[in-house]
Nanobody, 121 residues
Framework: VQLQASGGGLVQAGGSLRLSCAAS????????MGWFRQAPGKEREFVAS????????YYADSVKGRFTISRDNGKNTVYLQMDNLKPEDTAVYYC???????????????WGQGTQVTVSS
């Protein structure tokens, strides 16, 4: 499975970005998907995930109310809309996918190459 992330960049605090992740998987619609991030000197952390049904979402407390995860099964793509960005959101963002379909939560096995998000104060 190949995951191609894009959409990162440099933005001022309070601004917005939308990340995209295109998956090479033909049966994209039966897999949970998610986003993680890794800031310099820190461990990779969970950001958001979306169930394969599209009706269950999970967010890290630090991004609740500001980030929205969504998917377009017709395009094999998952998105992360990031609003009201803060300098502490600066990190490399990775999309993630599991090996097994269905399931209740995301267990990441495959990772995209990462896209840099930098938020200036």
């Amino acid at each position: 499975v190949q995951l191609q992330a894009s959409g990162g960049g440099l933005v001022q605090a309070g601004g917005s970005l939308r990340l995209s992740c295109a998956a090479s998987r033909r049966t994209f619609n039966i897999y949970n998907m998610g986003w993680f991030r890794q800031a310099p000197g820190k461990e990779r952390e969970f950001v958001a995930s979306l169930s394969w049904t599209g009706d269950s979402t999970y967010y890290a407390d630090s991004v609740k109310g500001r980030f929205t995860i969504s998917r377009d099964n017709g395009k094999n793509t998952v998105y992360l809309q990031m609003d009201n960005l803060k300098p502490e959101d600066t990190a490399v963002y990775y999309c993630a996918a599991p090996r097994a379909p269905y399931g209740l939560r995301l267990n990441p096995d495959y990772w995209g190459q990462g896209t840099q998000v930098t938020v200036s104060s």
